[in-house]
């Protein structure tokens, strides 16, 4: 008898896709509250019955061999099929349960699904729902790639085998300091948004690209024509630098709206430029959702038009 043709477990296969996916035995080993030896030892009987090498150590890191990651895509394919399996029956049986991974870009994934998972909870207590915060780049490709089922981004994708649901409304305005020569404004033109410090997200982020492709409308340069002192990696951290006097930034609405009430941060609207945007619900057009995924996607649906979804006014 070959060693391949000798069982070979899904719990191997599931710490084979971890190791590989976390490039480290003991971040794989943590993951899923196991010891390293232990892992080691399933990736050693695995090469085993395999009959190959499927991963190079190198230091700490580990990396695919070749015929690794060909095995790779398989193991993948099977441990969701395996999941895709127990999700139809369960469904047939009327016990939709599970766990559902919903990617967001940050304003939504801080300030409209949770609320949105909130409702479907409540709806569905056997699903639990994983929702993972990213710029809008990094939710459309973990959507492409199959590591989410579905997302919620500020921008819609280019990619054709994306679906792309607008889900809400949403509006960019001009934050400043409470302290502020503006304070008692209510618009703001954009040459002397121009004239001010100005505090800019990362590359990727759905906010930095909507408001680049208005200024582009009336061609204007973003990064070449304001003068950018910081480039920040999240809403949060754009707007504690506005607070400690750093910059002016461009924020969605629904972000500071808090900040607004409690008097840390004043708002205005840009002239001539138009900073409405749409976060849309995207998901794979040709791809078979899992139950909890279509139970999700019905009940945003429902939803849409509600104070779960939309923010208080």
Known sequence: MKPSEEGISLRQLDIFCRVADKKSFSKAAASIYLTQPTISEH????????????????????????????????????IDLRGEAQSVLDSFLGLLRGRLSVGASTIPGVYIVPRIAGSFRREYPAISVLIQVADSSEVIESVLKGDMEVGVVGRKPGNPSLAAKPLVSDNLVAAVPQNHKWKSRSKVTVKELQAEPFLLREPGSGTRSAFEDALAKEKVSLEQEFNVVAELGSTEAIKQGIRQGLGISVVSDVAVQADCESCRLHTLDIEGVSLKRTFYCIYQKHHSLAPAAEAFLKHIEKEKNSKSIRRDK
């Open 43 to 78: 990736i050693r009987t695995l090469e085993s019955l395999l009959g190959v090498k499927i991963f190079d150590r190198v230091g700490r890191k580990v990396e695919l061999t070749e015929a690794g990651r060909i095995y790779y895509d398989y193991a993948k394919k099977i």
